[in-house]
C-alpha cells in the first residue's frame, strides 16, 4: 500500500470549520477499515473516527455531531468534516488506512496541524 497524505488542516477561530482530505489509492479499493486519529502536543494520540468498508461511521464522543467522515471513492479521498470546531480540537490529525491479512498492518499519513484559537 502506499502512504496516505492528508491535507487541509490549519488555524481557525472557535466556532469555525475545517475539512480534512486523506489520499491514497487504497481508499476506493481496501477490504479493511480506515480511520483519523489526532495527537495534541504532550498528548496521546486519540481515535476521532472511523470508516467501514460499508461506509458504516463512528466517532468518538468529543467529536460526535461536530464531525463528519467519509470518502469519494471516485477521488481515492477520505475526508473529516470538522465543524464548531473548538480549542480543544487544536491537534496534529492523522489518517490510517490497514492492510494486510486480517487488516493487521497499518498505514499512516504524516498529519496535517489543525489549530482552533479561542
Known amino acids: 500500500q502506499v502512504q496516505p497524505v492528508e491535507s487541509g488542516g490549519g488555524s481557525v477561530q472557535t466556532g469555525g470549520s475545517l475539512r480534512l482530505s486523506c489520499t491514497t489509492p487504497?481508499?476506493?479499493?481496501?477490504?479493511?477499515?480506515m480511520n483519523w486519529f489526532r495527537q495534541a502536543a504532550g498528548k496521546q494520540r486519540e481515535w476521532v473516527s472511523s470508516l467501514g468498508i460499508d461506509d458504516s461511521t463512528n466517532y468518538a464522543d468529543s467529536v460526535k455531531g461536530r464531525f463528519t467522515i467519509s470518502r469519494d471513492k471516485s477521488k481515492n479521498t477520505m475526508y473529516l468534516q470538522m465543524n464548531s470546531l473548538k480549542p480543544e480540537d487544536t491537534a496534529m490529525y492523522s489518517c490510517q488506512t490497514r492492510g494486510g491479512r486480517g487488516c493487521t498492518i497499518p498505514y499512516w499519513g504524516q498529519g496535517t496541524q489543525v489549530t482552533v484559537s479561542s
Open positions: 487504497a481508499i476506493s479499493s481496501t477490504t479493511c477499515g
